[in-house]
C-alpha cells in the first residue's frame, strides 16, 4: 500500500520537474501527441454583432466615398459642366477606349464587397447578410458622398432630389432610374441583412429550399428588368423616359414575402 503511494508521488514530482515542454517531448527527442479531452463547452460561431457591424459600415462607407470620387473624375473628362443624359461613355466613338475600364471598375467593386463578405463571415447565413449589409449600404453613401463632392466643387449639385435620374451600372446592359428607386432596393438588403443576423443569433438554422430561391430569381429578374427599361434608348443615345414603378413594386413584395416565410418561424417557434 505505501510502496503504491510512493510510487505515485514519484511519479507526479518526476511530471512536474519535467514541466510543460518536458511533457509535450518524450525521451528521445520525439513528439509526443497527447489526447485531448474535448471541451464540454461548445465555441461558438462568430456571430454578428455591434462590432461586426460596425466594421463593415467603415468599409462600405469609405468604398462609397472612393466610388463617388471617381465618377466625379470621370465626369470632369465626359461633362465638366455637371452630368446629364445622354450617356456620351456609349455613343461617342471617341471614349469607346474608357468603357472597357468602366466595366472593369464595376467589376471589381462586385469582387471586392464579395471578398469582405466572404472574410465577415464564417458560415453562408453570415456571409450573405454581410454581402447585403455592404451592397446596400454602400450604395446607399455613394450618392450621400457624391451629394457632398458636388456640393463643395464647381459641378452642379447631384443628386438634386431623390427622384433624380441616374446610371446605375453598365453591366450588362445600362441601368437607369430615379434615385429612389435603388434606394428602395438598398434599404431592402439592409433590412434583410440585419433580420438575417437576428435570426442566427436566436440559433436558427436558416436552409432556404429550391423554392424560395426561384422565387427570388424571379423578383431580382424584375428588379433588374425595372432598371434595364430604358436600356435601348440609352444605347442609341436618347434620354430615359419614365420609370416602370408597376414592375419594381410587385418585385419588391415578392422578395419581401418571400423572405419573410423563409425566416417566420424563427421568430414565432415556441422554443
Known sequence: MRS????????????????????IFAEGGGLRLRAVSPSPYRVPALVFGPGRFLALTLFAVGMAYVEAACVVYLWEILYPEGFKFPLLLLVEKRYEGLVGVEFGRELATMVM?????????????????SFLFLFGTWDVFYYFWLRVITELTHFPVFPASLGTWDILFLIPLPWTGPIYAPMLVAATMVLFAVTLTLAERRGARIKPDLRF???????????????????????????????????????????????????????????
Open 4 to 23: 503504491g503511494r510512493a510510487n505515485v508521488n514519484h511519479d507526479m514530482a518526476r511530471e512536474k520537474r519535467r514541466g510543460f515542454f518536458g511533457r
Open 113 to 129: 464587397l464579395a471578398g469582405c463578405a466572404l472574410a465577415a463571415g464564417r458560415t453562408r447565413v453570415q456571409r450573405a447578410a
Open 213 to 271: 430561391w426561384v422565387i427570388e430569381a424571379v423578383a431580382t429578374l424584375m428588379i433588374f428588368g425595372s432598371f434595364a427599361w430604358n436600356c435601348t434608348r440609352v444605347l442609341a443615345g436618347s434620354v430615359p423616359s419614365s420609370y416602370p414603378w408597376w414592375l419594381l413594386l410587385p418585385a419588391e413584395i415578392i422578395a419581401i414575402t418571400a423572405f419573410i416565410y423563409l425566416i417566420r418561424d424563427c421568430f414565432y417557434s415556441e422554443a
